[in-house]
């Protein structure tokens, strides 16, 4: 049986979409016991996709699948009294309890910090709201577009843009949820450690807004030297970055001296960068603009992958804009066995994007594809929580599961 | 408040420069664990120097060693010792102090601990069960292991940046490091998962962490869903696959937006309420979650000439009491403006012997009956007392030659 870093560490886990979620399958795929519980329609998630074939399934969301590997699954109604008290069975026998729920959800339900403290008093219990359990907006909702406009990663955004009347936009997918999944499942891998020397646990209170602002905090306090707020137009054409290939986009990084001069020869010197003037940073700096449209003409003619390779492999740092087919397709990727195999019951068997940890002695790993709706009912409520197969069956007449 | 920080008796090493490693072990310290970054006194951490764009003029681009925002955003509550690591005893040093610690780490290029005579092998000789972490772009391994990159390249190359602005534009990545946090935490989690294993079974062990794959596992359903229905994803802007409105509107004024996101009807129904436009809940064409999304942009029309002739914050009061969720596309001055960041006391007054006051956010969680420390970065070489003669007991005179041989400052 697989052991993993986290052999003997237990997770139960009431949350939806992604950041509860994703920081459950951190815990689950470094071999964590984790139990997912999912009200009766579901983890929202599996209704989000995307799906194969574009079609609606909740054991087919890709949402789901990704960020629910490793995990038992039960439903559980907890909204009835009984399914209530299954639930309290299972906070007693956990050692964390993930939650992504507005906060003041499980306190109606009788479940605030304090009665979970005496239920189990070494809980180590994660709150992953919007905005955090304190504070004038507590309970103001929010999600992915206006979250990451808030913590003011947004409003930076299209970065090097060069109009401001074209909106700040947000990132691609759910970078808000998977951002503080991780934040969480650090904090909460901490408390961990911390109880086996003092058996204690605590209440984390993880706000996404606040992880969001973390990401730009060397730039926010940057505005001790300017006073200046910052802005997605650059107050001067910027010298590097961003270019346009013949088929696609590039990041090109040649940001120090002797980067632009290995450009420079790379791109063989012609008339316009003849100048050495060009290998002085503050020289770029304030004259980029008037190579600019040369260079871009230049990248314009190039191919991304295969300009991407003969930059890089005159050190320059420099990088290809993927698309979704080019990173399953990066050679890179492939060598160092990042992606893993993961056959589900329903789903079918695809290559899953893995872990950017490579551990020598305690590899994370798949070790069950994501749960189907309920597929651990039987397995958690008698053998964890240790109910009679009558009483299972009757809670499930009941509707409780 | 007499307490015990999780992480205390854990000591860190480090190796570590610029954002992605330093602010992994910036958590580390906050939880606790005692962090000793080491540096050479002439080769410092780069960001000790430098301002963070955008540079003004009057401000000089190089700064003194102990002054970089930067550098003082992402040291916090660390030690500092300085140590000539071009200088053999200087290595050496540093390997004693890896024999007293649990975590090396380094994020410089694959081989320049292993050059140093401080990859895993090298130490796990001094140590047996220490946990090695080496950060790089791509990874220890592969044909692309030396190429070069920083944070922006990473989320390119991991497939973030493709997904990332407006559909009918170029792509973006994010702000120059946010990459690196992303990474730094992930780094701190599997370090702390090492731990583990460690206390489980005695072993330690090296990891070999890709700053490009940690982009791209938080990415992890739109590969699932390109491989389950052949189409590349695409950029969105600021909409949402299914609810509508989502989207970011314009206000009064210079650059002022709304970010509005609708997920029931019930919320739709509360936000024309706001508009007092009630009528637009029963129109045919917004009525449910499906019509609203097939007249997007008709409806996203309305909503715009509503907010471009009213303030951002006074909507976002108004639509947040009804219960939508609202909120201003904040700038610099917009966050440290924000009452209820204030109230979370989400910004740690930070005493710093050189630049006085600072007021810099501190790590994003806040944990039940637990102070955690909110000291400043190390000056360069401020702790070289407490770890050369405190944890290797070396004598004055072993100091003064050092001095001497300039391997310390």
């Known amino acids: 049986m697989f052991k993993g870093a986290l052999d003997g560490v237990k997770v139960v886990e009431y949350a939806a979409m992604v950041s509860g979620p994703y920081c459950g399958k951190l815990f689950a795929d470094f071999g964590a016991d984790v139990i997912k519980v999912e009200p009766p329609a579901g983890d929202p998630s599996r209704h989000c996709g995307p799906f194969p074939d574009e079609e609606k399934d909740p054991e087919k969301s890709a949402l789901f699948l990704y960020n629910n590997t490793s995990k038992r699954g039960i439903t559980l109604d907890i909204t009835k009294d009984e399914g209530l008290e299954a639930f309290k069975k299972l906070l007693r026998w956990t050692d964390i309890f993930i939650d992504n729920h507005p906060g003041d959800y499980f306190e109606m339900l009788g479940l605030d910090w304090e009665s979970l403290q005496k239920l189990n008093p070494g809980l180590i219990y994660v709150s992953i709201t919007p905005y955090g359990r304190t504070g ?58 911390g109880k086996k020397r003092t058996g204690r646990g605590h209440m984390v209170d993880i706000a996404l807004q606040e992880v969001i602002v973390t990401l730009l905090a060397p730039i926010l306090h940057g505005m001790k030297y300017n006073d200046n707020s910052w802005c997605r137009v650059p107050d001067r054409p910027p010298a590097m970055g961003r270019m346009e290939t013949s088929d696609g986009y590039i990041i090109l990084g040649a940001a120090d001296d002797h980067h632009f001069r290995a450009l420079r020869e790379l791109i063989g010197k ?85 872990w950017p940890y490579k551990m020598s002695a305690s590899k994370p790993q798949v070790s069950r594809p994501a749960p189907l709706l309920g597929q651990h009912n039987e397995e958690v409520f008698c053998r964890v929580l240790g109910y009679s197969s009558d009483e299972f069956k009757r809670l499930k007449n009941a509707q409780v599961i | 408040m007499s307490q015990t920080l999780p992480l205390e008796g854990i000591r860190v090493l480090e190796f570590c420069w610029v954002w992605a490693g330093p602010y992994a072990t910036m958590v580390l310290a906050n939880l606790g664990a005692e962090v000793i970054k080491v540096e050479g006194h002439r080769r410092t951490d780069l960001m000790r120097r430098s301002v963070i764009w955008p540079r003004y003029e009057p401000v000089p681009t190089m700064l003194p060693p102990n002054q970089g925002i930067a550098f003082n955003t992402l040291n916090r509550d660390k030690k500092c010792v300085t140590l000539d690591l071009s200088n053999p005893e200087g290595i050496a040093l540093a390997k ?38 080496s950060s790089s772009g791509r990874g220890h391994t592969g044909p692309e292991t030396n190429y070069l990159g920083f944070a922006t390249i990473h989320q390119s190359i991991g497939g973030l940046t493709y997904l990332s602005g407006h559909p009918d534009d170029h792509p973006t990545h994010g702000t120059g490091g ?26 330690g062990q090296f990891i ?46 210079v650059d002022r937006w709304l970010a509005l996101e609708v997920h ?16 637009l809940a029963k129109d045919p064409r917004f009525v449910d979650m499906v019509s609203r999304k097939k007249n997007e942009n008709e409806l996203d029309a309305i909503i715009g000439e509503w907010t471009r002739q009213r303030d951002r914050d006074w909507m976002v009061g108004e639509l947040c009491k009804a219960g939508v969720a609202a909120a201003p596309s904040r700038d610099g001055k917009d966050i440290y403006a924000d009452r209820h960041l204030q109230a979370r006391e989400f910004f740690a007054k930070i005493d710093h012997p050189e630049l006085g006051e600072l007021r810099m956010v501190r790590p994003p969680w806040k944990i039940s009956d637990l102070e955690l420390p909110s000291g400043h970065a190390p000056l360069l070489g401020e702790h070289n007392q407490y770890v050369l003669q405190g944890i290797l007991g070396l004598s004055d005179e072993e100091m003064a030659d050092l001095r001497k041989k300039d391997i310390i400052m």
């Open chain 2, 96 to 133: 004693k102090l890896a024999a007293v610690s649990d975590i090396v780490i380094d994020n410089m290029r694959p081989d320049a601990m292993i050059k140093m005579g401080m990859g895993y092998e090298d130490l796990r000789k001094i140590k047996e069960d220490i946990i090695v972490i």
């Open chain 1, 136 to 193: 004038p907006r507590a309970h103001v909702k929010g999600d992915e577009l206006t979250l990451i406009h808030a913590g003011g990663e947004g409003n930076l955004m299209p970065v090097r843009s060069y109009d401001l009347s074209f909106s700040p936009v947000k990132f691609g997918g759910y970078q808000v949820g998977y951002h503080g999944g991780v934040a969480a499942a650090l904090t909460a891998m901490a408390l961990v450690l």
């Open chain 1, 270 to 354: 012609p008339d316009w960068l003849a100048s050495d003037m060009w290998d002085d940073m503050v020289w770029r700096a304030n004259h980029m603009m008037d190579i600019a449209p040369k260079m871009e003409d230049w990248m314009r003619q190039q191919k991304k992958q295969d300009i991407y390779h003969k930059i890089a492999k005159v050190g320059i740092p420099v990088g290809p804009v993927n698309t979704a087919e080019d990173v399953m397709n990066y050679e890179q990727y492939q060598a160092r066995g990042y992606f893993v195999e993961v056959d589900h019951p329903v789903a079918g068997k695809y290559p899953y994007a893995g």
């Open chain 2, 178 to 203: 946010d990459a690196d946090i992303l990474n730094a935490m992930t780094t701190a989690f599997a370090a702390l998962a090492a731990i583990h294993h460690r206390i489980n079974t005695g072993e």
């Open chain 2, 264 to 279: 029931t009807d019930e919320e739709f129904a509360a936000l024309v309420q706001v508009m007092e436009k009630p009528e």
């Open chain 2, 208 to 253: 070999d962490y890709g700053q490009c794959e940690g982009c791209t596992s938080v990415i992890g359903e739109q590969l699932l869903g390109y491989l389950m229905t052949s189409k590349i994803p695409e950029r969105m802007g600021n909409r949402h696959p299914e609810y509508a409105p989502y989207n970011l509107y314009q206000c009064w004024g």
